[in-house]
C-alpha cells in the first residue's frame, strides 16, 4: 500500500482543513472518476468554493486529475482521491517554533476527526437497529507488525469499499495506531 507522507506545516494545514476533509471524504466515496462540479453538486456547493480547496489537496497529492474529456466544448477534468495511508511526519530539525505549530496542527486535524466519528457512532446509536463497537487496547508488536496491520486494515478497507450486494450495511470505520513510550 502507498504511503502518502506530510511532513511540512503547509501540507498539514491543508489536509487538517474541515472543509477540505470534506471534499476528500466526498472524492474517496465515488466509485469512479468525478469532475469538481459533481463534488460540488454532492455537496450543496459552489463549484468554485470546492474547486479552489481541491487545488489545495491536488497540490499536496490527495487528489489528482485522471482523465479530461471535452464536453459541449469545455474540457471536464476528472479526479480522484489517494487511496493509500496518510502519515504526518515531524521534521526533527524544525525549530522549537515549529515544531509547537505542528503539534497544534496535528491536535487540530485529530480533534476533527475524532469529532466527526464520534457523532457518526452516536448517530448510529439513534437507529431502529442501533450497531457500533468500540474497542480500545494495547498491543505489543514490531515495527514491522505495526506497518504490516495498518496496511492490513486499509487493505480490507479498500476491498469493502463499494456497496456490493443488497444485504451490506454501510460502517463507518475510524482507526489509529500509535506507538506509546512506557513509563
Request: hydrophobic letters at 35%; a negative charge; aromatic letters at 10%.
Amino acid at each position: 500500500m502507498e504511503t502518502k507522507e506530510l511532513s511540512t506545516i503547509e501540507e498539514i494545514r491543508i489536509y487538517s482543513d474541515p472543509y477540505r476533509m470534506k471534499i476528500l471524504s466526498h472524492f474517496q466515496r465515488m466509485d469512479h472518476p468525478a469532475t469538481i462540479k459533481e463534488i460540488a453538486d454532492k455537496m450543496g456547493e459552489v463549484p468554485a468554493k470546492v474547486y479552489y480547496h481541491a487545488k489545495k489537496l491536488e497540490s499536496i497529492g490527495l487528489i489528482y486529475l485522471v482523465s479530461t474529456k471535452e464536453i459541449n466544448g469545455i474540457n471536464a477534468k476528472y479526479y480522484e482521491s489517494f487511496k493509500g495511508a496518510v502519515r504526518i511526519k515531524r521534521d526533527d530539525g524544525a525549530d522549537e517554533a515549529a515544531k509547537k505549530i505542528f503539534i497544534s496542527e496535528t491536535q487540530k486535524l485529530l480533534s476533527d476527526l475524532y469529532d466527526e466519528n464520534k457523532r457518526k457512532f452516536l448517530t448510529a446509536q439513534n437507529n431502529d437497529k442501533p450497531y457500533g463497537n468500540l474497542s480500545n487496547s494495547e498491543v505489543y508488536l514490531t515495527e514491522e507488525e505495526a506497518k504490516e496491520f495498518f496496511e492490513w486494515i486499509n487493505h480490507f478497507v479498500d476491498e469493502h469499499h463499494a456497496r456490493k450486494n443488497s444485504e451490506q450495511c454501510k460502517y463507518d470505520i475510524f482507526t489509529t495506531i500509535a506507538k506509546t513510550i512506557e513509563n
